[in-house]
């Protein structure tokens, strides 16, 4: 199994820029893609970024695809979000996702069988 755990979420006026990240432990090595999902109150979890290990390819959500950049270091398994001209639409909890196997739809959460708890973001 693969543990994730984030960190860097916090509050920041809008325009502003905020730093995610993403720390990965247990069977890393079984990781096949990760990806950045965010949920605000009441709405659905939504996905926001995608890499994959091996190659790095990026896949982004057209909503923040000029602001936020995905990036990893395979070396320490982490996994970062760089997020830039913040506005507060952005105010949500910000999810950490591993996939183990093959995926077909980045964008799904289905795709993805590991979890972190979450970072909050709030954006004013």
């Known amino acids: 199994d693969v543990q994730l755990v984030e960190s860097g979420g916090g509050s920041v006026q809008a325009g502003g820029s905020l730093r995610l990240s993403c720390a990965a432990s247990g069977d890393t090595y079984r990781r096949n893609r990760m990806a950045w999902f965010r949920q605000a109150p009441g709405k659905e979890r939504d996905f926001m970024a995608s890499?994959?290990?091996?190659?790095?390819?990026?896949y982004y959500a057209d909503s923040v695809k000029s602001r936020f950049t995905i990036s990893q270091d395979n070396a320490k398994n982490k996994v970062y979000l760089q997020m830039n001209s913040l506005k507060p639409d952005d105010t949500a909890s910000y999810y950490c996702a591993a996939s183990t196997a093959i995926v077909f739809d980045c964008r799904l959460r289905g795709s993805y069988n590991c979890w972190g708890q979450g970072t909050q973001v709030t954006v004013s």
């Open positions: 890499i994959t290990t091996g190659d790095g390819s990026l």
